[in-house]
């Protein structure tokens, strides 16, 4: 069992900047994937950006160099920089990862980004 503690986000106005970070814990677990997605009211959970285990972050077309994500394996942690935020970006961001050792995925509780005009 992987527990995720999510901190981070709140409110900004468009144009700032926001940090979510995430950790991992838990017995015997083994990350393979750690990322970020987000739900905005009314729409379905969406991709924001991934890090595998080859350390090579991957990111939604929609993120268009304002994220940056970054993952400390050997610490379990995986942090979102948002820069540049926008209205559309509000959602409640969710931590994933994806455990190999138990071949399951894991999600957050979720933390509120909300970007004001």
């Known amino acids: 069992q992987v527990h995720l503690e999510e901190s981070g986000g709140g409110l900004v106005q468009s144009g700032g900047s926001l940090r979510i970070d995430c950790v991992a814990s838990?017995?015997?677990?083994?990350?393979?994937?750690m990322g970020w997605y987000r739900q905005a009211p009314g729409k379905p959970r969406e991709l924001v950006a991934l890090v595998p285990h080859t350390n090579i972050a991957e990111y939604a077309d929609f993120v268009q160099g304002r994220f940056t994500i970054s993952r400390d394996i050997p610490n379990n942690t995986v942090r979102l920089q948002m820069n540049s935020l926008q209205p559309e970006d509000t959602a409640v961001y969710y931590c994933?990862?994806?455990?190999?050792?138990?071949?399951?995925?894991?999600w957050g509780q979720g933390t509120q980004v909300t970007v004001s005009p």
């Open positions: 994933y990862v994806h455990d190999w050792y138990s071949d399951n995925d894991f």
């Open positions: 838990g017995r015997h677990i083994l990350i393979a994937t």
